[in-house]
């Protein structure tokens, strides 16, 4: 299924149109007697364990992931600004895990690359022939001084990102704000992070909800980042730039949240130069995002980029690893330019299995990834832009002249608001 047709879906939505007008061909089976081990019940790696259930005949698939609830990330922007409850991003993990897939539900430990071994925390090993690295990343909380989860919800503190309880609590301390005014302190870190596009959603959301409520006037909205720019895309920047302006939303560039003071309201942030205090109201906390610390001291990380990060070292095009070329990298973990979200899941997983069955079947993988990442966009409630683009940052619209990407539409919102979930939860099932 190409773009165009993934988003058609989506339009049409329900769970059932996407799995079944969606989905893509059934390729031949192919008999093997591999063992196969996935790292991570995410959207990544339950999604793969579908596809290759399928496509591999006689294969040992093992799951490895302690997460006994499956989280939709994708609607906790949603939670966080009271457009819907926390359960709306909750499943049973093994409500989506195919049969033919064993899950093993505990902790990594260490991978040994060199033996083609995983250990878990409580001393279990696992052999593999092929491994897919798909455990997401680390919120690391604790760079933030002075601020622990316990907070979130209470003296104007927000954290939506750290799971559907704390996103609902930020709706709280974020409500509160919108009613009572003053100054609003959305922040985003200086690492790489997934789904770049949230902190600036919450942003627009909160301030149109204060906006409905007839309080304009009294909040102070200052969106603040260490980056010298409001999004990684030129062009996608300078429309939220403009569209800033226009809502009187100030910005302080190149600056990094390091500290609060949560009883006197005042922020550290570290600037070129030294540091700077900023006393708020509300505060929308987004942490340094890393990979799980297994994936660094097994020694799978990028060694020269993204060495303070540990992103998965992998050709950006197939995602396998440069050095072990039977482990593959998926999802958040994988240390590539761009690809952050579940859209680019959606494209990274079909070309993992791509390349896992050529070399099962002895020959080369053809299929490419090209960094597609989708970012529907909300700048208020009912209207949204559909960004999406590749590693080179050209805008790759799937409806072009039908749905212009920076544009804000209603048909751009529905899309976020109402049919990307059964779409998501069909690619979960391998089918989109």
Same mark, same amino acid.
């Given at each position: 299924m190409d773009r165009r047709q993934f988003l058609s879906v989506a339009l049409a939505g329900g769970a059932a149109a996407a799995a079944t007008q969606g989905a893509p061909a059934e390729a031949q089976s192919v008999r093997t007697t591999a063992r196969i081990v996935i790292i991570g019940a995410g959207a990544?790696?339950?999604?793969? @364990?579908?596809?290759?259930?399928?496509?591999?005949?006689?294969a040992q698939i093992t799951l490895i992931d302690p997460r006994r609830e499956h989280l939709y990330q994708p609607g906790l922007t949603l939670v966080a600004s009271g457009l819907k409850p926390a359960g709306y991003v909750v499943s049973d993990t093994a409500k989506w895990l195919p049969d033919g897939v064993t899950w093993l539900p505990e902790r990594v430990a260490a991978?040994?690359?060199?033996?083609?071994?995983? @250990?878990?925390?409580?001393?279990e090993t696992l052999s593999y022939d092929y491994l897919v690295v798909a455990p997401g990343l680390v919120l690391d909380h604790d760079a933030i001084e002075g601020f622990s989860l316990d907070m979130v919800g209470e003296n104007g503190i927000g954290a939506l990102y750290a799971g559907p309880e704390y996103a609902a609590r930020t709706w709280t301390a974020a409500q509160r704000f919108t009613e009572d005014g003053g100054t609003g302190l959305f922040t985003r870190p200086a690492t790489e992070m997934k789904c770049a596009g949230a902190p600036l959603k919450h942003t627009f959301l909160i301030d149109d909800i204060a906006r409905r409520a007839g309080n304009a006037g009294k909040v102070n909205m200052v969106y603040a980042a260490p980056q010298g720019a409001l999004f990684g895309v030129p062009i996608v920047a300078e429309k939220v730039r403009m569209l800033f302006e226009d809502r009187g939303v100030d910005t302080l560039m190149n600056r990094t949240l390091t500290a609060i003071d949560a009883g006197a309201k005042r922020a550290t942030f570290a600037t070129a130069t030294g540091t700077e205090v900023v006393d708020y109201d509300y505060i929308h906390v987004v942490p340094p995002q890393r990979a799980p610390e297994f994936v660094v001291q097994?020694?799978?990380?990028?060694?020269?980029?993204?060495?303070?990060?540990?992103?998965?070292?992998?050709?950006m095009q197939t995602l396998r690893h440069l050095r072990y070329p039977e482990i593959f990298a998926l999802g958040d973990v994988a240390g590539v330019p761009k690809g952050k979200t579940a859209a680019s899941v959606k494209w990274q997983v079909p070309v993992v299995e791509d390349h896992m069955v050529a070399a099962i079947e002895g020959r080369e993988g053809t299929a490419i990834y090209d960094g597609y990442t989708s970012c529907p966009m909300i700048t208020r409630i009912g209207r949204a832009m559909?960004?999406?683009?590749?590693?080179h940052n050209n805008l790759v619209p799937s409806f072009p002249g039908i749905i212009a990407p920076l544009e804000e539409l209603w048909i751009s919102w529905l899309m976020k608001e109402v049919a990307l979930k059964p779409t998501y939860n069909a690619m979960l099932r391998g089918r989109a």
């Open positions: 990544a790696g339950t999604s793969l @364990a579908n596809r290759l259930v399928r496509r591999l005949e006689g991978v040994d690359a060199e033996a083609k071994t995983v @250990a878990t925390e409580s001393g097994s020694g799978l990380a990028w060694a020269d980029k993204w060495a303070d990060q540990g992103w998965v070292e992998c050709d559909l960004v999406e683009f590749d590693y």
